[in-house]
């Protein structure tokens, strides 16, 4: 299968800006790091990988849905982390188009591989969002919340190499149980 990974953010957008000790913590370093190491498992998986960045640089949204859809991805994949104005905020949740079956298929795995992998976190569903990155591509599309990086607890979290690698495997995880999945009925979003 041809997979778009897509870490969010980048260049002048470093995303939410969390804390972790004395440091900032951006956003859009972890989402490129998660990537890369999704990129490693998939490929190990046999699928082929496109990241629309590997690194820190700007990309607009219709530039990552036009990169996707030139290469005729057979599923999008972006990488976020969240944030909310009240820090106690955590949890996991993966968004889809809405009414998008072919995003569920692979959104419902992605999200109990993770909720699985990291049991003492919040599992807070799949949701659904007119987001331009899950509307403008042309092949199933999924957004990863990974966790709150407004929560200083989950920015600490966030911030560990092998917990970045953790969320990466459970994510190739519920990648490889989409696959096995039969097809939903089909519809284009
Ligand atoms: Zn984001």
């Known amino acids: 299968m041809k997979i778009c990974i897509d ?7 470093p995303g939410a800006v969390g804390r972790c000790g004395d ?17 490693e498992l998939l490929l190990e998986q046999g699928h ?6 590997r690194v820190d640089r700007n990309l607009s949204l219709p530039a990552r849905t036009q990169f996707a859809n030139r290469y ?7 990488i976020h982390c969240n944030a909310a104005y009240q820090p106690t905020a955590a ?9 998008s079956n072919v995003g569920r298929q692979y959104a419902t795995p992605i999200q109990k591989s993770l909720t699985q992998a990291l049991s003492d976190h919040k599992n ?10 899950l509307r403008e591509t042309a092949m199933p ?19 560990k190499g092998e917990n970045q690698r953790r969320i990466a495997q459970a994510i190739a995880e519920g990648i490889s149980q989409a696959c096995l999945q039969p097809a939903p009925a089909g519809d284009e979003s």
Do not use: M
């Open 91 to 99: 949890g996991i949740e993966t968004w889809i188009h809405p009414f």
């Open 48 to 53: 082929l990988t496109y990241l629309t960045r």
């Open 23 to 39: 440091q900032d913590l951006c956003e859009h370093d972890i989402a490129l790091q998660i990537c890369l190491s999704l990129e």
């Open 72 to 78: 005729q991805a057979d599923l999008f994949i972006s």
């Open 124 to 133: 807070r569903g799949v949701k659904e969002a007119d987001f331009h990155v």
């Open 141 to 159: 599309a999924v957004l990863v919340e990974t966790e709150f990086i407004s929560n200083p607890e989950q920015a600490e979290f966030l911030a």
């Open 7 to 13: 870490p969010g953010h980048g260049g002048t957008d």
